[in-house]
C-alpha cells in the first residue's frame, strides 16, 4: 500500500532522472569520436596538451594516436603535470615520458605559455583535458596561452570537447581586471556554465585572447550531452579532486585557500572537510600530513583540526542547489577569533574582487551578497549565449 501511495512520486523522480541524469556511458566526450578528427590529424606533426584525464575510455589519447600512426612530436603538460601526480601550485618539471619516449613541455611554474621554441614545427596543436567548469581551475588559463601561443605561431587548435560537471549552473562574483591572475584571467563568475571547447569559442570570438588576437580554432564537440546534465568524471581531474563530491564543493570551499581554514588537503578527504585546530563548534577531526603528489607540508601539518564533514552535503545538496554555498564562508569569519587575520590578498585573487571580503566583514547577508552579484551574471550570460554549442540549463 505505501509503494502504492508514493507511485506516482516515484514515477515523476524518474522521469526526471532520466530527463537531467543522463548515463555516462551515454555522452560521448569529443576524444572519443576519433572517426571525426584522426583524418584532420593525418599527416600533420602533432602537439597535444593533455594530462591523465586525456582518455579514450580506458586508453590514454596519446596511447591512442600512436596506435593510429598519428606523428606525435611533443606533449604538453598543464598544473598537476601529463601523469596527474602534482598537487596545486607545485612546479612540475618537463622531461620525457617514460612509456612513449615523447617530450614533455611542462606549462606551469615559470613557463605557462609555449614558446616559440616549444612549438616549433608543429603544424596541428590538440587541446584534450577534463575542466571542472571553476574560474580558479588553472586548465582553461593554459588553454588561453596555448590559443595565444598557435595564434602567434599559425598554428591550428582542435579541441576535443568534454563535459563540465558544474555546467548546469552560473554563479558566483564577475572577477574584476585588476584582479587579473593565473587563477582568473578573464572577466567572468566564478561557476561559468561552459564546457572547455564552448569557453575556447569564447576567447576566440570575443577577441579576449592578448592583442585581440584569433586562433585558427576547430572543436569537436560531445554526443548526447546538454547542460541540465550531472556528468560524474571517470578519472579524477587532480590530485586533490578526487570524487564527485569534492568537485561539486570545489567552487564554493576554495575561497577558503585564502583563509586559515583547512580544506583537508593532507587527509582522504581534501574538498570535502572544513575546520581549524581552535574551532570550537566542529563535530569532525582531522589532521592534515604529507602526501605525496597531493600536500606537500599541509596547513596545519600534523595538528588535530575540529571541523566539519561535507562529503555528503557535497554529493546530494551542493549538486541540486545550483549555486555557491555561502553560509560556510560567512559563519567561519563569524567564528574565527582573529577576524583582522582571516582573508588573506590571495582571497581577493579568487574572487576576482575585494567587494565579498568586505561585504562578509560588514555583516551583509546571503541574499544581500548575492543580489550584488546579479547584474553582472546577467551580462555574462549574454556573451555566453553566443557560444554554447549543447542546449542550456535554463
Not at 563568475?189 to 572547455?196: A, N
Not at 564543493?249 to 577558503?256: A, E, G
Request: aromatic letters at 12%; one cysteine or more.
Amino acid at each position: 500500500m505505501a509503494m502504492m501511495r508514493y507511485a506516482p512520486l516515484i514515477f515523476f523522480i524518474t522521469i526526471v532522472f532520466n530527463c537531467y541524469a543522463q548515463p555516462v556511458s551515454a555522452i560521448e566526450t569529443g576524444a572519443q569520436q576519433t572517426k571525426l578528427f584522426v583524418p584532420l590529424l593525418k599527416e600533420k606533426q602533432v602537439g597535444v596538451v593533455a594530462n591523465q584525464t586525456s582518455v579514450i575510455g580506458k586508453t590514454h589519447l596519446i596511447d591512442s594516436l600512436l596506435a593510429l600512426k598519428i606523428n606525435v612530436k611533443k606533449v604538453f603538460a598543464p598544473e598537476h603535470g601529463f601523469r596527474g601526480e602534482g598537487e596545486a601550485g607545485e612546479t612540475i618539471k618537463g622531461g620525457i615520458d617514460t612509456k612513449t619516449g615523447l617530450q614533455i613541455v611542462s606549462l606551469y611554474g615559470n613557463h605557462k605559455k609555449p614558446n616559440k621554441e616549444d612549438v616549433e614545427g608543429i603544424d596541428l596543436m590538440v587541446f584534450d583535458i577534463q575542466d571542472v567548469g571553476v574560474r580558479f581551475y588553472t586548465y582553461i588559463s593554459t588553454l588561453q596561452y596555448v590559443m595565444e601561443a598557435c595564434a602567434e605561431n599559425n598554428i591550428e587548435l582542435l579541441v576535443l570537447d568534454r563535459p563540465n560537471p558544474n555546467g548546469f549552473f552560473i554563479d558566483g562574483p564577475v572577477l574584476e581586471k585588476k584582479y587579473e591572475s593565473f587563477v582568473g584571467m578573464q572577466s567572468i563568475p566564478v561557476v561559468h556554465g561552459l564546457t572547455i571547447g564552448e569557453y575556447a569559442q569564447m576567447l576566440n570570438g570575443e577577441k579576449l585572447l592578448a592583442n585581440n588576437l584569433q586562433c585558427k580554432l576547430k572543436v569537436i564537440t560531445c554526443a548526447n550531452y546538454n547542460h541540465k546534465m550531472h556528468y560524474e568524471l571517470p578519472v579524477a581531474p587532480s590530485p586533490n579532486l578526487p570524487n564527485m563530491a569534492s568537485i561539486y564543493l570545489y567552487p564554493t570551499l576554495c575561497f577558503f585557500e585564502g583563509t586559515p581554514v583547512s580544506v583537508g588537503r593532507g587527509t582522504e578527504n581534501p574538498f570535502q572537510v572544513i575546520g581549524y585546530p581552535s574551532f570550537t563548534e566542529g563535530n569532525f577531526q582531522f589532521t592534515p600530513k604529507s602526501m605525496l603528489g597531493k600536500a606537500a607540508k599541509p596547513m596545519y601539518e600534523n595538528q588535530s583540526c575540529s571541523g566539519i564533514d561535507l562529503r555528503e552535503f557535497g554529493s546530494v545538496y551542493i549538486k541540486n542547489a545550483k549555486s555557491l554555498y555561502l553560509f560556510w564562508i560567512i559563519s567561519m569569519y563569524q567564528s574565527y577569533p582573529e577576524k583582522e587575520k582571516f582573508f588573506t590578498p590571495f582571497f581577493d585573487k579568487l574572487a576576482g574582487t575585494n567587494l565579498f571580503a568586505n561585504q562578509i566583514i560588514e555583516g551583509k547577508s546571503e541574499e544581500e551578497i548575492r543580489k550584488s552579484w546579479q547584474a553582472d551574471i546577467n551580462k555574462y550570460k549574454l556573451v555566453r549565449k553566443r557560444y554554447l554549442l549543447y542546449d542550456d540549463f535554463e
